[in-house]
């Protein structure tokens, strides 16, 4: 055998188990990669690994003993004369057993996702009826153009961490009731980066970022309502170390309109007519959204009525088409009447019979004591 596993652990060929054990044991410790990644370790690291494997087991032993290879019988080899990965994954799990599991985490990236943003946009209601372009202004964190988003200072680099040798963690073997447990954790100097920046960029202090502002010209599709959100991809905040952007969203705020509420797609008013022009009918106009337009008042128009203009309304945002236009009608009574309006109503008033009407009282829409009574009676 060219290799000698003695030698290798660091015992005599008469040694127990228990000194072998603890041979491999503190060398295990001393060469493991977490501790030391240098190659020409890990080489080692192998050896002691193929070494503790043969001559813990005491049939491997035996066999060793009497000058075979006990690990190319196995048929793991596979090499000339190494151990490839299966010997080392074997090792792995030995390691796991001795040290409990010290998962390889790596360094984490200094670069992340930006997180989204939004803006609020105020739009009157023509635009979120028929939509509209609008330019508006952003405030984000976009890269940093003196160190393209790497934090170094122009001319210098991160470096790798002297610390964690750039793994991120550091590691630490500490003893317990249970033998001996490595443990991980972020590596203090680099915060888990594996990289330190020896000089920061001036203009972003590392980051990879600066606060920007810009103009983003918006498409706002007809139909948007109060609360709607339109997401701009990739145009929110660069992530730190310069890494993607997250997503803009853009709130739309409708301003209330003078004349027109909203109402889904629909849109209401009101308009005001005396009692005269509600009876005789008339023609009034309305500035609707689509330009001047007469609303046909009927004769006989009663308050509380209303005229719909069809497709006078807000597109929908969806499918196409628009809501109505609905005009609801007041009827106002005339008062201060000068002399001869009352005595033309008074004559107006005989003609049609109704100089001492009864009312007429619609079924459930009785007054305040026939309410009194059903509150008393229980009902
Ligand atoms: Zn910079
Ligand atoms: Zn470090």
Excluded: W
């Excluded at 609303?295 to 128009?301: A, E, H, K, S, Y």
């Amino acid at each position: 055998m060219a290799t000698d596993y003695y030698a290798v652990l660091g015992v005599r060929r008469d040694a127990s188990q228990d000194e072998i054990k603890k041979a491999f044991r503190r060398l295990a410790r001393e060469l493991h990669p977490d501790v030391n990644p240098d190659p020409k370790t890990q080489e080692r690291f192998k050896e002691i690994n193929a070494a503790y494997e043969v001559l813990s087991d005491p049939q491997k032993k035996q066999v060793y003993d009497l000058g075979g290879d006990p690990l190319s019988a196995n048929g793991g080899g596979g090499g000339a004369g190494g151990f490839g990965a299966g010997g080392f994954g074997n090792f792995s799990d030995i390691m796991d057993a001795f040290f409990g599991t010290a998962s390889q985490r790596g360094p984490r990236s200094r670069t992340r996702r930006g997180q989204d943003a939004m803006i609020r946009l105020e739009i009157d209601l023509s635009e979120a009826a028929f939509g509209t372009t609008k330019d508006i202004q952003v405030d984000t964190a976009v890269v940093c153009n003196t160190c393209s988003g790497e934090g170094a200072a122009p001319g210098t680099s991160a470096q790798t961490c002297d610390m964690c040798r750039g793994r991120g963690e550091v590691s630490q073997v500490t003893r317990s009731f249970l033998g001996q447990v490595m443990t991980s954790r972020p590596c203090p100097q680099c915060q888990g980066f594996g990289t330190v920046v020896p000089t920061p960029c001036p203009e972003c202090a590392g980051d990879g970022r600066i606060r920007s502002r810009r103009t983003l010209t918006v498409k706002i599709p007809a139909g948007v309502d109060n609360g709607t959100r339109i997401q701009l991809a990739g145009e929110g905040e660069v992530g730190p170390g310069g890494g993607p952007p997250g997503d803009l969203y853009v709130e739309i705020h409708e301003l209330p309109h003078a004349v027109f509420q909203r109402r889904g797609d629909d849109l209401h008013c009101t308009v005001t007519i005396p009692m005269t022009a509600a009876a005789l009918g008339t023609k009034c106009p309305l500035e609707t959204l689509d330009g001047l337009e007469e609303i046909d008042i009927r004769p006989g128009t009663q308050s509380g009525q209303s005229v719909p203009l069809h497709g006078r309304g807000i597109t929908h945002l969806r499918g196409g088409g628009r809501g109505d236009l609905i005009v609801h009608v007041e009827v106002t009574t005339p008062s201060k009447l000068d002399a001869e309006q009352e005595r033309l109503l008074r004559e107006f008033s005989k003609l049609r019979g109704e100089e001492r009407p009864l009312g007429q009282f619609q079924p459930g829409q009785q007054g305040l004591f026939s309410r009194l009574k059903d509150a008393f009676n229980g009902r």
